[in-house]
């Protein structure tokens, strides 16, 4: 199970409409379960980003995994709430 999720980082992640959305920098593990819960991307597009902050995406939402990821469930535009972003980090 590791050396398969460990080829999810650095996988590009699109989109259900195609568009880019940015590369899986991390892993959310339920480690009880030995399942991944989600994947975690830094420098997002802004396109569907604003800031580009990072974002968790719950791997219930990928539809596929290949070459690239293609999400089946994504908001058409993700705005961060000001409990969302830390300045503490």
């Known amino acids: ?8 980082i650095g996988m590009k992640v699109y989109s ?9 920098s991390n ?3 339920d480690l ?3 399942r991944v819960d989600g994947i975690f991307l830094d420098n997002t597009s ?3 980003v604003e800031g580009s902050h ?3 995406v719950p791997y219930r939402w990928i539809q596929s ?5 293609i999400l089946k469930k994504f908001p058409d ?3 961060p709430s000001e409990g969302d972003l830390r300045s503490d980090l």
């Open 27 to 29: 892993l959310v593990l």
């Open 32 to 34: 009880s379960g030995r």
């Open 46 to 48: 802004p396109v569907l």
């Open 65 to 69: 995994v290949g070459d690239v990821i």
């Open 54 to 56: 990072p974002v968790n």
């Open 16 to 24: 259900p409409k195609g568009i880019y959305l940015g590369a899986v």
């Open 1 to 8: 199970m590791l050396e398969e999720t460990a080829n999810l």
């Open 77 to 79: 535009r993700v705005v």
